[in-house]
């Protein structure tokens, strides 16, 4: 049920009988999930709020200036948006001021109670400890797959996140679904092939090809390569930056053509396009979009690392 999903959502944040929660929402977020949102937070006895918007046209556009305020003066923001607002500067600036934000985009009435969000949250948490203790000192991974990838990222500096669905303390964020460890790329070179799903095209149903020189996308193949072309040349040159590899932790998480979900299915990889400001990167692009990889061959420091064995 709807109404559970959105329990899970307040217990996954820690959510407290006082706080202000304020729900995020546009014109396109199902009335059903804000309702759920709205009545749960409602029934805990907290001061909950809700503002609508009209939708963003891409993931990691800025929400007008009146709901970045309002964000900043919740203790809890909880965002069902058409679009996603976790790579935006407002989601940053809330965080800042110790907001607890969960960011839920193109999130579904099915996927509230059924796929990710059923798994066992402190079981991800425990896979993302263990995962990210392994991979931590990785200066150097690798991903292959047999239909072309092959592309290497420098960590040298960078940090793994964890986004394991758990956010209780001030300032932290996660998507709900969660389930992933991610880093922005220091540097990255090669060939990687999408062929799971994509943001803005959903599951495709044939692969695109991006060729990479020191961490942007230098060309595009596929069917969808000259639609894709002018969703980044109408942002410009930095959304070709490899803004973010993830790794996908999510037991219960399936392939939908949700990218929300889609990233956290165990046992793939993602590459994402654009800004990656709001997690250690230094590129800030107002887009950020995610492919998903199945079937990869992962090596940290030149040795094999078997995702299997731990999702």
Same mark, same amino acid.
């Given at each position: ?35 759920? #949102? ?26 007008? #200036? ?41 999130? /579904? ?43 290497? &990222? ?25 389930? *992933? ?5 220091k540097d990255a070179n090669g060939v990687f092939v ?32 000259? *639609? ?19 790794i996908g932790i999510n037991p219960q998480a399936k #392939?939908?053509?949700?990218?929300? *979900? ?15 400001? /709001? ?25 094999? &690392? ?6």
């Amino acid at each position: 049920m709807i109404s559970e999903g959105a329990k899970k959502v307040l217990e996954c944040f820690g959510v407290k009988r006082g706080e202000s929660v304020l729900v995020v929402v546009d014109t396109k977020t199902p009335l059903s999930i804000t309702k759920a #949102l709205f009545e749960t937070a409602r029934n805990l006895g907290c001061e909950v709020m809700i503002m609508t918007m009209l939708p963003r046209t891409r993931h990691g556009e800025e929400p007008p #200036l009146a709901i970045a305020e309002a964000m900043k003066n919740a203790d809890v923001v909880i965002a069902p948006t058409t679009f996603s607002l976790t790579h935006t500067q407002a989601r940053i600036d809330a965080c800042k001021k110790g907001a607890r934000i969960a960011s839920m985009p193109g999130i /579904t009435e099915k996927m509230m109670s059924s796929g990710g969000m059923t798994a066992d949250y402190n079981k991800v948490n425990d896979v993302a400890i263990r995962l990210n203790e392994k991979l931590e000192n990785a200066r150097k991974v690798r991903v292959i797959t047999q239909i072309g990838t092959d592309i290497v &990222f420098d960590l040298e500096g960078c940090k793994w996140m964890m986004d394991t669905g758990l956010c209780k303390e001030p300032g932290c964020s996660s998507n709900l679904p969660a389930g *992933e460890l991610y880093i922005a790329p220091k540097d990255a070179n090669g060939v990687f092939v999408v062929d799971g799903s994509m943001s803005g095209f959903g599951i495709l149903d044939s692969p695109l090809e991006f060729s990479v020189r020191k961490r942007y996308v230098t060309g595009i193949k596929g069917r969808q390569a000259k *639609e894709l072309n002018a969703m980044l040349d109408a942002v410009g040159d930095k959304a070709r930056n490899i803004a973010e590899f993830g790794i996908g932790i999510n037991p219960q998480a399936k #392939l939908i053509g949700n990218v929300l *979900e889609d990233e956290k299915v165990g046992g793939t990889v993602h590459i994402a396009l654009g800004d990656n400001s /709001t997690f250690g990167g230094d590129v800030i692009a107002g887009i950020h979009l995610d492919g998903i990889i199945t079937k990869p061959r992962l090596f940290a420091n030149e040795k094999e &690392f078997i995702l299997g064995i731990d999702v």
